[in-house]
């Protein structure tokens, strides 16, 4: 009797053990479980945050003027981004226009000097004088002036290469009927494109 108690014991002993090792091996599992999910919520919230915020940057051309008798423009733009400041040399732009099957560009960065434009100063807030300078970013609800001079090519006059100097500015499509294209385009790979057409050449008449 005393043999077959101790092996109903011993059978019992071991039956716990597994039992006990089980509900271990199931709540490490869960554990981990649970950290994997914890990590792959808080990377997806924040690619949602990350996809949200560059889906809500954007510029928007908010006026267009003829700048000078010869091939400048003046724009007015408004940054808007739930995101984090833009840097101004990260903000490329693109001056494009066709005549007669050829393609006329003029390319570059709003960071870069312009030699037309006040104090050389391609884009400065709106209320602010040119002659300060380049500002390095750009601020989410602020409005911007920008000078985009024609030719072709990119540096501060357009034309270095022996280009033409006066290509798609508003002289240049006013005489040939043309309409010429300006592009924004944000270190993101968001972009903005404003068609340009000039009905009447004078010096700040609005382009359509």
């Not at 984090?84 to 960071?111: A, K, M, P, S």
Request: with cysteine; glycine share 12%.
């Amino acid at each position: 009797m005393q043999d077959q108690k101790d092996n109903l014991a011993q059978v019992g002993i071991g039956a716990m053990i597994v039992f006990i090792g089980c509900l271990i091996a199931v709540t490490s599992s869960a554990f981990v479980m649970i950290g994997q999910l914890e990590r792959i919520t808080q990377s997806t919230q924040k690619t949602i945050a990350v996809a949200t915020n560059e889906a809500h940057t954007q510029v928007i051309f908010v006026g267009a003027w003829i700048d000078d008798i010869f091939d400048d423009y003046l724009f007015m733009i408004e940054y808007q981004s739930l995101g984090e400041e833009v840097i101004t040399d990260e903000i490329g732009f693109v001056l494009w226009c066709e005549d007669d099957g050829t393609i006329y560009r003029r390319t570059g960065y709003l960071g870069d000097p312009l030699t037309s434009a006040p104090s050389e100063t391609t884009i400065w807030a709106v209320g602010e004088d040119p002659a300060d300078g380049i500002p390095d970013r750009l601020q989410s609800g602020k409005r911007y002036f920008i000078i985009a001079d024609g030719g072709e090519g990119s540096g501060k006059t357009g034309g270095e290469n022996g280009g033409d100097v006066d290509a798609c500015g508003p002289k240049d499509i006013f005489e040939k009927g043309i309409t010429a294209y300006y592009s924004i385009f944000l270190p993101n790979g968001g972009h903005t494109t404003q068609e340009l057409q000039v009905n009447l050449f004078e010096v700040g008449e609005s382009i359509s």
